[in-house]
Nanobody, 124 residues
């Protein structure tokens, strides 16, 4: 059974940092590109970042480019999202997902399944 378990969310002040983790199991992790997405209250889920199978290629939403970094450790079956210079508008539930193919496009239809999510709240 495929499982994706996100962790690392919490409450942080504007300008602060958090690192999210997504532990994967039930499939051969290194064979799949991975992605992070987020969903704020009352809004649709949106693409945040994606990373290729061996971490060579990445793709970011314009809203997080330069502030967030996606990475992965295939030995630990884990994908990370380092979030710096956080803003109140980054407040959302963050989800990780497995890519259906080897591409790292921003289309969320290309990613399945999704984890349960971890809440990130940016507030003073």
């Amino acid at each position: 059974e495929v499982q994706l378990v996100e962790s690392g969310g919490g409450l942080v002040q504007p300008g602060g940092s958090l690192r999210l983790s997504c532990a994967a199991s039930g499939f051969t992790f290194r064979n799949y590109a991975m992605a992070w997405a987020r969903q704020a209250p009352g809004k649709e889920r949106e693409f945040v970042a994606a990373i290729s199978r061996f971490g060579i290629d990445t793709n970011y939403a314009d809203s997080v480019k330069g502030r967030f970094t996606i990475s992965r450790d295939n030995a630990k079956n884990t994908v990370y999202l380092q979030m710096n210079s956080l803003k109140p508008e980054d407040t959302a539930v963050y989800y990780c997902a497995t890519a259906k193919s080897r591409t790292i496009v921003a289309d969320l239809h290309e990613y399945e399944p999704w984890g349960q999510g971890t809440q990130v709240t940016v507030s003073s």
